[in-house]
């Protein structure tokens, strides 16, 4: 069992300097770091250590989760943003290149950037980088952790903004891609295209994308949230549907969850709850919506 649930405050002075405070859930105090400007943090997937970029500092820093004793320090800019995998793994993305970063804090690897990345992805496993890009090349690719290519494989025209990869790395989706913003299903390991899903124009919507895509465990496909968006009288409304598909990528059910509804599905796939916000409503109160469903009549075909 992994160390108890901590959270994370950090307080800061006109002088830009200041601390980042960890509590356990119960509110005791566990450790205090001296931190400047702003502070991002991402535990690994135990939660015994937590990766962080204090930008001030420009330092990429690694702490055990219950002492705040410090493992690895790298130096990042200000602009670096941060990934961390179930395996311990971290990547930073920073404007000029990326690193990967190893579980006791070490660079490892890097792979330079390509200016048209749309998106990037560390995979679960911490043993591979995924790149995607737009335009008349548009493409995505697979790095090692050595930063050397692994893979290029060309998608439609209008390239991805988005890329999610499977637990096991066995797939990688690349979604919102061309005009139709459909997604591209890669094998992992050889970026054989499995399955290319595009969906047909809805009348009178504003647009049309995939807000987020889960691949299922154990090989049971992937689910993906599709909203379709209007611009009515009342307000801006985005109808979504949850769509399931199966592990070749091919159609099966879909679940529809109405207007402005943020979904978040459990880590087996087996449930959900659903959060609906109404358009603001200046002459009456408006009420929002949570609610809990079973989605394993879903996958009964």
Not at 46 to 59: L, T
Not at 159 to 188: C, H, I, K, Q
């Amino acid at each position: 069992m992994g160390p108890a649930p901590v959270f994370a405050v950090s307080a800061f002075t006109y002088s830009n300097s200041g601390n980042l405070y960890v509590y356990s859930v119960v509110g005791e105090g566990l450790w205090t770091r001296t931190a400047s400007c702003s502070v991002c943090l991402k535990p690994n997937a135990d939660g015994s250590r937590v990766f962080g970029i204090d930008r001030g500092r420009r330092q990429l820093f690694l702490v055990e989760t219950q002492t705040g004793r410090e493992i690895g320090l790298v130096s990042v800019s200000q602009e670096a943003s941060l990934q961390a995998s179930p395996s311990g793994h971290a990547l930073v993305v920073d404007p000029q290149n990326i690193r990967l970063i190893s579980p006791a804090g070490k660079a490892v690897g890097q792979v330079k950037m390509i200016p048209e990345f749309t998106t990037i992805k560390l995979a679960p496993a911490g043993d591979a980088v995924y790149g995607a890009t737009l335009g008349a090349d548009s493409s995505v690719y697979r790095f090692g952790t050595d930063g050397e290519l692994v893979w290029q494989t060309k998608i439609p025209v209008g390239g991805s903004n988005s890329l999610t990869v499977s637990p096991d790395g066995r797939y990688v989706a690349a979604y919102n891609v061309g005009l139709e913003n459909g997604f591209v299903l890669l094998e992992g390991s050889t970026g054989r295209v499995i399955r290319q899903t595009f969906f047909e124009p809805v009348e009178n919507v504003t647009s049309q994308f995939i807000t987020w895509v889960r691949f299922l465990p154990d090989d049971g496909g992937l689910l993906v949230d599709y909203a379709a968006a209007r611009d009515p009288d009342s307000g801006h409304i985005e109808e979504h549907n949850l769509l399931w598909f199966d592990g070749s990528g091919t159609y099966q059910a879909r679940c529809g969850f109405g207007p402005n509804a943020d979904i978040l599905v459990s880590a087996d796939g087996g449930t959900c709850v659903v959060v609906n916000t109404m358009p603001l409503d200046y002459d009456a109160p408006s009420t929002n919506k949570v609610q809990f469903f079973d989605l394993r009549p879903l996958y009964v075909r």
